[in-house]
């Protein structure tokens, strides 16, 4: 297992420069300067500026004075906010975004699990099809027109929640409901799927020819079965919840590392869009990880193909 | 002999889009206790459906027991509700089922899977049920038990899967063990292994045994009597001799005649032409007779009853009664009744001895 691991790290440093040397140079063709949106600057300071950052450089040069800093930890300072590091920004911004896409993710996923394995357990049946509907809803529906109907019914009409902002724990039910709905459709459709599939295997048979009630080989045979799948679709879902919340957190004007992101973009500011996506890719990579060690936990069989 | 279970006009139909599918149309049979019942019949005559509505485990919908009485010690199975049946299951009656591929939960260890019936029946503490699981492992012949209790299927070979498969429903001694096409997944060498452990484990332990298969070399070497199914019904039933030397349907002489053996080298065999019926609307008559060379103008009018041949034996055909013609049935069936007369042909009995 320790092997395994091993290597697999090995595999992910791989990727992270890859990822990082593709990003540098994807967004050196990014059009502008980050400082030609700033109407208040000359030219000459803007020159200056550039100088100071080392923009002026060539962009090889550039591409190696950020990859020895990279592996320094220096992630660089912002451009637009002079002199505080990506480091201090991007933890300041995390904590909104990873509390808002945990609660929506557990949330998402116990309603997601419960409605499939109700689904698949009353399969054709009333109940079957209405915990269908739901995931259908949830998957068509986009996180902002939810996202809308909310802030205008249950904030504006009724006055039950806040609008807006970030400020305590009422303020976070409406956006980790418009988050939650569409992880709890996915988990929902797929574990149905699963359940049914798993229901109709030959060992479902022998556990109940062996005298066990319908809750222990549901329990027992089937969830457990059932879910080797589903964790394979959570690892990406973490990550898209971590990233895919930026919309929310605009519309809810939540201080989240998304929203960061797209500005950082809208005004070019280098370090920053490098800092988040290399955060990002990190985090992404070692969801992978955990994913496939989890499901070796989980599926016996897997854990001898990974050896020991 | 003390009958232990009897099935009584047994009805089995299952509700589809295209219809009531009359799977099991009336069928008769009983099992004495610490003998081996086969039967035998092509797919879809309703063997497993019978030996799934005697554990209970009809899927319903779409499936349900039209009629008919399941009696197993005085109580009829078929009008029990789920929880005596599961009292029942895995106690008194278990079931082997074909794959043991795919008959193993895949993320269980085989030990756990042992332990869950022992656990629900004898009420035995985790501990003793492991103990007890390590001696059935060891009783159905596998080494190291000790090691192997702890380890998942995909570490098993198919043959060793199939008797821990045979461990589980050995588990808590059951009266009747129904083994459903047992062998037809392993290969040769492995099926003749497991047919062994089998008898072994009957002598063993006394129980009863339904044998469900369509193959009729596996009958000879485990059945003490057969019962041959065709398109829902037992079309004859008698002693494994009276069936293999003495058959009188001719859908037995059929399946006979397509088995190959040794000393009908020279003979071709004989497919039995056509397919079985359409139990969505079964055939008025004898469903046999579209597909019979010996049909005769009532085989397509009346359902032929079952004929007395001797006290085990019967058959159900016209070709019994006593204004039907003389027929001669094929060859092969013939050379295989003339043995019967003067000696035996070789065959390996249930001993295991050779006589002939």
Redesign the interface.
Known sequence: MGRYIGGRVVSMLVTFLIIASLTFFLMKLLPGTPFNNQEKMSESQIQQMNEKYGLNDPVPVQYVTYMTNLFKGDLGVSFQQDGRSVTTIIGERIGPSAYLGFQSLLIGTIFGLLLGIIAALKHNTFLDYGSMIIAVLGISIPSFVIAGMMQYWVGVKWGMLPVAYWEGFEYTIMPTIAIAAAVTATIARFMRTEMLEVLGQDYITTAKAKGLTSTAVVIKHTIRNASIPIITIMGPMVVALMTGTLVIEQIFVIPGLGEKFVSSIMTNDFPIIMGTTLFFSILFIVVILVVDVLYGIVDPRIRLAGGK | MEKILEVKDLHVSFDTFGGEVKAVRGVNLHLEKGETLAIVGESGSGKSVTSKAI?G?IPNPPGRIKEGEILFGGKDLAKMS?KE???????EI??I?Q?PM???????TVGK?IM??LI??QRLSKTEAKSRAIELLKLVGIPNPDTRVSQ?P??FSGGMRQRV?IA??L?CNPRILIADEPTTALDVTIQAQILELLRDLQEKMGTSIIFITHDLGVVANIADRVAVMYAGKIVETGTVDEIFYNPQHPYTWGLLGSMPSLDTSEEELIAIPGSPPDLTDPPKGDAFAPRNPYAMKIDTELEPPLFKISDTHYAATWLLHEKAPKVEPPEAIKKRMKGMASSKPTMVTKDGERNG
């Open positions: 554990m485990l789920e049946l599961q009292s029942i299951r895995g106690s278990s079931m089922f794959d795919t008959s193993l939960n895949p993320t269980m899977q869950e019936g629900k029946h998942y995909h570490q498969v589980i429903a588990a």
